[in-house]
DNA sequence: ATGCTAATGCAACGAAGTTGCAAAAATGTG
DNA sequence: CACATTTTTGCAACTTCGTTGCATTAGCAT
């Protein structure tokens, strides 16, 4: 797996600018998924609001990051898997939101499971998201 | 199950007021489950935004109703089951919504599988969303 | 019917997200 | 490296969404 931003960039067919080097640096070495306004701080609020935002829509794009929905409507980012690339992502991974510390993790070992649904559901994707009690804040 | 919205709005202790009366209405005769901008436009704009609002807001914290998070950072809500009750949901069922038409299901029939977790992480909640093609879009 | 309590509508505000456009930075070619 | 071309950025303006305070109105119990 790339961790050199650059290479990702590039591998990604983007140009390498600071914004962007700086966004995907901070994914990198990030616990758990980002909001917006995380980045908006983590970044030292050294890039436009408008920027981050058409950084992350990019990013989503071409597949290096997903997101994750949760219930007080405040969407997170977090890195996709190498092998998703724009418009098809394969994270079918379970993602966990911490009720105290509100960290948002993605479980990469732990595979969305299948269900049976009723006739005339076709279903495409699925998604699952547990919240609860993380490690840190037993 | 109590379908008359009087009686449901007294045996939650809620006084019974127009706004109260129509939108409860408006879940109880509803297909799937409704964004805030639907509810706005199906009143016919009779009701303020806030009274909109804030009658979503009780009927949550009364467990009449309960959201379903989507990607799209767009919270839909729809009707509970009879147990649910402020504070504490019960709806551990899967939720579909179409790509197509938008409509968004409580598959009340269909429970949401059991999984297990890394080591450190307790789950106390857990929801699963179905993306894919409805019964009327297929 | 009357008084008390709770809900509503309005206005004002703040946060979040979008768009157009000019300035600045990145890319690739010689 | 210098240059022309393309892409990205930052700014301003704007829309939409959601919240709060307060005066008015409607619901409820006696
Ligand atoms: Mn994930
Ligand atoms: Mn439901
Ligand atoms: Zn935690
Ligand atoms: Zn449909």
């Known amino acids: 797996m790339l961790t050199d931003v650059n290479d990702i960039l590039k591998k990604n067919q983007l140009s390498v600018t600071?914004?962007?080097k700086s966004i995907l640096d901070l994914f990198?070495?990030?616990n758990g998924?980002?909001?917006h306004a995380d980045i908006e701080k983590q970044t030292g609020e050294k890039f436009d609001r408008v920027t981050v935002y058409r950084t992350l829509q990019v990013f989503?794009?071409?597949g290096i990051i997903h997101t994750i929905p949760t219930s007080d409507?405040?969407?997170r980012y977090?890195?996709?898997?190498d092998d998703c690339t724009g418009g098809h992502h394969h994270d079918n991974h379970v993602h966990f939101i911490c009720k105290i510390c509100g960290l948002t993790s993605c479980l990469d070992s732990v595979t969305v499971p299948e269900v049976r649904l009723p006739v005339g559901f076709r279903p495409l994707e699925k998604?699952?998201?547990v919240t609860g009690i993380c490690e840190g804040c037993q």
Chains 1, 2 share one sequence.
């Open 33 to 35: 998924a980002l909001a």
């Open 60 to 62: 989503m794009e071409k």
């Open 28 to 30: 990198i070495h990030s």
């Open 127 to 129: 998604q699952m998201i």
């Open 78 to 81: 977090a890195l996709c898997k």
């Open 18 to 20: 600071d914004s962007r």
């Open 73 to 75: 409507n405040s969407i």
